[in-house]
């Protein structure tokens, strides 16, 4: 796993604001000065919070990202590929689990997927749904096929941030699929609308794909906000060294369902016990750190009975590759 980076937040002079939003490289680029709000992390919910925060020009904010920028990334932009970044080292976290005697003493991959009995009742089905709506911008597929009966209309919203659209690149087994699902419609029934809440049965599932290109938190919402001469984006910052800034009103810690305890805990915010343990200077002791109810893992299984024939073959990759480059169509086109 990648080494965290150790912040030290420390009082510094303010200097003015450049006129764009600037994205550094070096600590030695970053202005030496105070921001509103600091935020670690520039995923999906990182990169949300400093666009939605520099929406008042009178708040200045610094995004610290460990990762690189996204710019470039050609996997990144094709739906098709993107799950093959977790194949890249260098953009893949490595989270995994501790041996598990249930997987045969074997490690698996741990994605930062979270769901919790919290309690909070702001993330029940009702509250969460409305920010949903608002983040969504339906369009059509990339084929323009007619969609009746594959999605409900009144269930999406169509002037958000977020491109929702259904496959623009049926394969010829999604019909045939439909069609034996609906001759047993007790045990698969079809769903005529995948976002609605009820996910048990058949039916079409949508993706983040706008204009064919697959849409990010980092293309929809840090990319424009990039415009504004009040946020500062300090990427590959996990080096040992320890950067001079401070916030004047929170630092907010959205890290990921596994990124954000480590963090809290090299901080000292943790089970003192756990802390202890390494030689961490407990500053506020609090259990619940790091303690998932339920954390999704992802297992391998054998790649001759389901690996995709279009990934197993560099040549055929390779046409799927060319036709995307021409057209934005192909097998590509969609989430495989």
């Known amino acids: 796993m990648h080494s965290l980076v150790r912040l030290v937040v420390l009082s510094v002079l303010t200097q003015p ?5 600037k994205l550094y490289e070096n600590p030695r680029q970053l ?21 939605r925060l520099t929406e008042d020009s009178d708040i200045s904010v610094l995004l610290l990202e460990a990762g690189g920028s996204n710019d470039g990334i050609f996997k990144s932009m094709v739906p098709g590929l993107v799950k093959q970044l977790g194949m890249e080292s260098q953009l893949d976290w490595n989270y995994t689990i501790t041996p598990q005697p249930g997987y045969n003493g074997r490690a698996l991959l741990c994605p930062r997927e979270y769901a919790a009995v919290s309690g909070d009742e702001g993330w029940n089905w009702e509250n969460i749904q409305k920010y949903i709506l ?19 209309p009144s269930k999406h919203e169509y002037d958000g941030a ?4 259904l496959p623009g690149y049926p394969l010829p087994i999604d019909k045939r699929v439909i069609a034996t699902a609906s001759e047993l419609p007790d045990e698969f029934p079809y769903i005529n609308e995948t976002s609605g809440g009820d996910i048990l049965g058949v039916g079409w599932w949508l993706e983040t794909n706008g204009n064919r290109i697959r849409n990010s938190a980092a293309t929809v919402y840090l990319r424009p906000a990039m415009n504004r001469p009040n946020l500062d984006i300090f990427v590959e910052y996990e080096a040992a060294l320890f950067y001079h800034t401070t916030a004047r009103h929170e630092v907010i810690l959205p890290a990921g369902a596994v990124g954000t305890p480590v963090f809290m805990q090299l901080l000292g915010i943790g089970d003192i016990s756990d802390l202890d343990k390494f030689g961490i200077e407990t500053i506020v002791h609090k259990p619940s750190v790091s303690e998932h109810p339920r954390l999704s893992n992802v297992f391998r299984i054998s790649s001759n009975e389901t690996y995709d024939e279009l990934f197993r073959n560099p040549d055929l990759l390779d046409l799927a590759i060319a036709r995307w480059n021409d057209s934005r169509t192909g097998p590509l086109r969609i989430l495989l």
Not at 17 to 21: F, G, K, M
Not at 31 to 43: A, E, F, K, L, Q
Not at 142 to 148: C, E, F, L, M
Not at 162 to 165: E, N, S
Request: glycine share 8%.
């Open 31 to 51: 202005p030496n000065r105070t921001y509103d709000y600091i935020v670690i992390g520039g995923s999906t919910a990182g990169s949300v919070v400093a666009s």
């Open 17 to 21: 604001l450049s006129s764009l939003a």
């Open 134 to 152: 608002r983040n969504e911008k339906f369009v059509p597929p990339a084929d323009n096929h007619n969609t009746t009966g594959q999605y409900n």
């Open 162 to 165: 977020v491109a929702i659209t």
